[in-house]
């Protein structure tokens, strides 16, 4: 059974079942003893998405269940494989409500602030209590629709000085189709947008372990629309990038991009930008916006344990106790762990410090879309007065 130490707001339940009847099952099972104002479950592509979604539905009647398929979960034990995690909200520290973004081929920024408009409008109704305390936004996207910039875009506008986080839904390595769940049902080119307001503090957050270094490349011919770099510095893309990179041009993989990303600058920032694979022709599709004239600059990793123990030694000093790190963490992090074969120590870590959610196709924080980054939202216990 679920237990939920006093003070704790969230209520976390997994299952390794054989099918998505039994998964659901087993989450009802954990999750019963608790009145739940919101779930999100994050799903292994192993399981079939659409019956998981109606079986949840079913199961939990009323209280709002969304979610997406991964291309790996983080449980309470760490990173696993074949796994469903889910998250329950109690109603006693938060108000939550969400909704589909659907057709995502043919979204309208505007159309997309106006929804978020109303959802603001209708967490306010429901519970207006709640609704003036802490809140937070979580926006979960189809992997695979290339319009995550648009849609992150247009939801920060809406949400002003709300935080975001979230991130694309994965389908393991396979990369062919992967779902957005809400309402019973499961999505294709769709998002989920969920508001939470809380009397917990909480923080978001976003870090990644790369330095940019002196080298460039320009994107000097491009299929913007499909995510796809034709030439790097007027030089075939996959051989310029190998050759930039020193990787040799028939080692160009998942493991390879995940250990030599690039970067672009905003405002002073960097920001990684993955490439998914390279293609036949040897262009190489991203999991980024790009655009001819975009400048990238090589990076180098640096050690990730450190930069953890910065990012979570600081929120700790901030909000007191963690009870739950709500974790969106890309796919190629894990995949260069696994590389450099820290995968291991990096899951302990991520066991030890309550960390929870899944490896991504990409990551949403405020108002960008990045890669090869780890985001989410740390909630904390309740505080209670000093004697």
């Known amino acids: ?58 199961r939990f009647g009323a209280t709002p269940v969304v979610g997406c398929t991964t291309a790996g979960e983080i449980t309470p034990d760490g990173w696993s494989d074949g796994a469903v995690v889910a998250i329950g909200f109690l109603r006693q520290h938060f108000a939550f409500i969400a909704r589909p973004i659907l057709d995502l081929a043919n979204f309208h920024v505007e159309a997309g602030r106006e929804l978020t408009k109303q959802l603001r409008a209708e967490l306010s109704a429901a519970r207006p209590g709640f609704a003036g305390r802490g809140l937070f936004g979580l926006l979960l996207v189809d992997g695979l629709c290339r319009r995550e910039e648009a849609v992150v875009t247009a939801v920060q506008m809406a949400l002003d000085e709300i935080p975001l986080v979230g991130g694309s839904a994965g389908d393991g390595l396979r990369f062919e189709r992967t779902f957005v769940i809400h309402g019973g049902r499961a999505y294709t080119d769709a998002a989920v947008l969920a508001l939470a307001a809380t ?75 993955s490439i998914q694979r390279v293609n036949p022709d040897g262009s190489l ?18 050690d990730p344990f450190e930069g953890l123990a910065t990012l979570f030694g600081g929120i700790e000093e901030e909000l007191g106790e963690v009870d739950l790190y709500l974790g969106f963490d890309c796919v190629l992090r894990r995949l260069a762990a696994e590389r450099e074969q820290i995968a291991q120590p990096m899951s302990k870590l991520y066991r030890a410090k309550r960390v929870v ?15 090869q980054t780890f985001t989410g939202v740390a909630i904390g216990r309740k505080r209670t007065a000093a004697p």
Request: charged content about 20%; glycine content about 6%; overall charge negative.
């Open 285 to 302: 599709s991203f999991f980024c916006a790009i655009d001819e004239g975009l400048v990238f600059t090589a990076a180098r990793r640096r």
């Open 199 to 273: 009397d917990l503090p909480f923080k978001t957050f976003r870090a990644d372990n790369f330095e940019p270094t002196g080298v460039k490349m320009v994107v000097t011919e491009a299929d913007v629309e499909k995510r796809i770099v034709k030439e790097l510095n007027a030089e075939p893309a996959a051989k310029e990038y190998a050759r930039v990179c020193g990787i040799l041009d028939d080692t160009l993989d998942a493991f390879a991009f995940a250990s030599h990303p690039v970067v672009v600058t905003i405002g002073g920032q960097h920001f990684v930008r």
């Open 1 to 58: 059974m679920n237990l939920v130490s006093e003070g704790a707001g969230v209520a976390v339940a997994t299952a390794w079942s054989l099918g998505a009847h039994a998964a659901a099952a087993e989450l009802a099972r954990q999750l019963a003893p608790h009145d739940l104002a919101g779930l999100v479950v994050f799903v292994s592509p192993d399981y079939d998405a659409a019956t998981f979604a109606a079986e949840m539905a079913r």
């Open 357 to 371: 959610g899944f490896n991504t196709y990409g990551e949403q924080y405020t108002s960008m879309h990045v890669n």
